[in-house]
């Protein structure tokens, strides 16, 4: 069972980049990380997925490291809307539920 | 992604009495779906696996008399949480697991369950 651990929360300034890390030591072979997004009262947004190395989408970058034990996910010049917890998520998708357990999440806060 | 809708969005229900939460998968045919419970400030527990055709697995101190799941169909899952009581009062989200190579999992809007 792959935990999942992050910094309970951060702060930053509109306009800047945002790195949150997310620490996973006992990744397994076939774990996927993906990066959930999620305001209040709604259900998570998916933000991105990756196996290792860099991933980059519309919304953001995810690096991982060579050894997956953790991984990065960047959001660039964040702005107000940007407030939310982010979920990392690490499991074998293929296999089913057994291993995606959410962790406690970051909650980003967006200071104008 | 995959597109999944909640119904009820917000549900106050009578202490005993059961309510039932309808979880959609509008453009995908999901074999699998997921239940999670959220509590306010806190993280989403994880409380069972839904397969469509076959029983739901639950998770350990998951009551499965008290939180029945069906998923007749591939688009369709709902959970019933029988006999509620105020501390079943939660937020409660589906999601579905997308496959062919991208697996991925996507959810729900949620749906307030207040029991009073």
């Known amino acids: 069972l792959a935990k999942t651990t992050q910094p309970i929360s951060m702060d930053s300034y509109e306009g800047q980049e945002v790195n949150i890390t997310c620490s996973h030591n006992?990744?397994?072979?076939?774990?996927?990380i993906t990066w959930y997004q999620q305001f209040p009262s709604q259900g998570p947004r998916f933000i991105i997925q990756?196996?290792?190395t860099k991933v980059t989408n519309e919304v953001a970058s995810l690096f991982i490291p060579a050894d997956r034990k953790s991984s990065t996910l960047s959001l660039p010049r964040v702005s107000l809307s940007d407030t939310a917890v982010y979920y990392c998520?690490?499991?074998?998708?293929?296999?089913?539920?057994?291993?995606?357990?959410f962790g406690t999440g970051t909650r980003l806060t967006v200071i104008p | 992604g995959a597109v999944v809708s909640q119904h009820p969005s917000r549900v106050i229900c009578k202490s005993g009495t059961s309510v039932k939460i309808e979880c959609r998968s509008l453009?995908?045919?999901?074999?699998?779906m997921f239940w999670y419970r959220q509590f306010p400030k806190q993280s989403l527990m994880l409380m069972a696996t839904?397969?469509?055709?076959?029983?739901?697995?639950?998770e350990q101190g998951v009551e499965k008399d008290k939180f029945l799941i069906n998923h007749a169909s591939l688009t369709l899952s709902t959970l019933t949480v029988t006999s509620a009581h105020p501390e079943d009062s939660s937020f409660y989200i589906c999601?579905?697991?997308?496959?062919?190579?991208?697996?991925?999992?996507?959810f729900g809007e949620g749906s307030w369950l207040t029991v009073v």
């Open positions: 999601s579905v697991l997308t496959g062919g190579g991208g697996n991925t999992i996507y």
């Open positions: 006992n990744i397994a072979t076939n774990d996927y």
């Open positions: 990756g196996y290792k």
């Open positions: 998520l690490v499991g074998d998708i293929q296999t089913g539920a057994n291993n995606l357990f």
């Open positions: 453009d995908f045919q999901a074999t699998t």
């Open positions: 839904s397969n469509e055709g076959s029983k739901a697995t639950y």
